[in-house]
């Protein structure tokens, strides 16, 4: 397909993360001919989300990027009067990629992902598997778990991260910019080294084995309690359901009345996506983790707070939704903190922890105008689908920037993955960009080109400092706070010290259709000071405990028991979010910048961006109009419509999981159908229109019992 691509176009775009994806969307909805282009094989780029061993797969490529720009001659294409602007073909916006496994190495001779194709580009095979996920030593594994639980018993040992996690396993290389080894140095496990793993693998399954009968010849227990408290999650089980996970590059929420929200349901890209309302916020106080009540009546309903400081809080909050007509409430304080400013309102200390770090969820350097906008925008958002502000995408986060892909496909779109541009072609008289060349030497007239930052060369960000932020994956075996039903949980975790970041977690269950069953997917993220490993340890050390099978009832949940880590993942992602147009040097004006995803947990810089592209390039157009509905569409012939036309929910919809379980068609993205039917709701054209007629009051119309629910949560 790439040999015939059209020669041309209006817009050509380099790279699928989620500003691009809207862009294409919205100009292939106006009519405008896209080209859609991609050097990954996958949708995405730094939004993507990935099965386990595309996962592994995608460590490798991190570690064995090229630092030559490989593809057709180009410069027999330039011509008289031209010149080009040659671009970056290596992924250079992940840093320091650091992997541990603590799970049982325990496994068969070969391992085999359940679901899995075997020409599958994402998926590496068993023994690269094992080479480059697992500890190859049981003894590395067993002196690491030793000294992450010493360090949580002596946190005053935290302070040298060398000293802790220390394998020899090539799996915990740093990935620096400057020293990124050549792809031709890169090479699968040797015989004798995948040898020497299943040797060391085959004998833990021996002594697991005598561990596990010991365990079932213990007296009264039922064999059903027994089977329960010795099924312990191994690696090679990890391994096995890898297409049941879904993890995410980039981790964030959707807010309830946020500009992606409100974007998906005027464009009608909701169809493609199914939502799920996050449960529970959580916080951290005096070491232990607590639910916070953030609606009325989960502020009323509470048990830890006295009537005073239900009276306190529910005042203060109903401030915050109208600060705006009270400036002489916080005049004085505009310069000031916001953890100041709660002071001064004789709040309890409690509430100042809940309203700063699980409502506001900012720094305690930030200023008063922030908290209270930050706690204004939380309470608007809440109770529109559920008692929190917050959506997650069922599958991951990587479904947004596909969804808007699939909307261009519809209306015309062009998509080639594993593809890219080797230059941009500029005319020395208008100094704007007329043509592309591709990897494969084709030349492609357009109007505009719009790049992803990590595809622009070096000469053109020399003068940019990027900022970083540290991000972990942790695979843990239960909840952070165990409960009867699977939740996702968002929890904000203060820094105890200064120089220390603010760190965010989120913490997803297997009904988000992001992890199997038996397992929890946390995502930890914050703003970088050094490393992701030194960044987040500390957090880690204090939440959660190393998986570890020397432990006696290691698997046996008692109430306040850690979570225990199975598998985790640390990197540093680049953060081009604040970089403006201009601070890039030479390129033309008809070349628009997107940026890659910033450490926000909302999606509002990213819309905002591609808005703004949009309209500089089609002044007075409409930004991503509806498409149309299936009942609108004329058809030739007798005026049926075909089976599977390829329109789905009506417009102006968003499906939404009111429940923990779901059932759904999960065979593409690789779950099993087990899961139980749940309620699913669906907000329609009459919530939008009772905004208009009535803000105070909304209604959630029930699509299984048909009840309408008073959503009153401000």
Known sequence: MADSLPAELDVVVLGTGLQEAIIAAAYSRIGKKVLHVDRNNYYGGD????????????????RGQSTSNAGANWKDKILEGEDAIQLDQIEKTIENVEVFCFASTITEEDIVEEGALENKQSNVDSDSAIANGALTSQDEKDQTSKVMNDEEENPENIKDPDSSLS?????????????????????????????????LIAADADSSEIKTNNIEQAPDVSSQEVTKQTKKMTYSQIIKNGRKFNIDLTSKFLYARGSLVDLLIKSNVSRYAEFKNINRILAVQEGKVQQVPCSRADVFASKRLSMIEKRMLMKFLTFCLEYEEHPDEYQDFKDCTFSSYLKTKKLTASLQHYILHSIAMISESANTIKGLQATQHFLQCLGRYGNTPFLFPLYGIGEMPQCFCRMSAVFGGTYCLRHSVQCLVVDRETARCKAVIDSNGLRITCEHFIVNDSYLPKKSTKNIQYRYFSRAVLITDSSILKSESEQISILTVPAREDCQPLVRIIELCPSSMTCPQGTYLVHLTCPSNGTAKEDLEPVMYRLFAAYSENKENDSHECEGEKPKVLWALFFNVRDSSAVDRNAYEGLPSNVYVCSGPSAALGFEQSVEQAEAIFHQICPGEEFCPAAPNPEDIIYDGDGARPENAGFGAP????????????????????????EKVSEVSTINKMDRESETSSPDTQTLKNSINETEIPKDAE
């Open 47 to 62: 939004w993507a989300s990935f099965s386990f061993s595309g996962l592994l797969s995608w460590i490798e490529e991190c």
């Open 651 to 674: 417009s102006e919809t968003l499906t939404v999981e009111r429940e923990e379980n779901v059932d759904a068609d999960t065979a593409e993205h690789g779950q099993d159908k087990k």
């Open 167 to 199: 394998t020899k396993d090539v799996s915990t290389e740093i990935i620096q910019p400057e020293d990124i080894p050549s792809s031709t140095d890169v090479s699968s496990p040797t015989t004798s080294e995948t040898s020497v793993a299943k040797e």
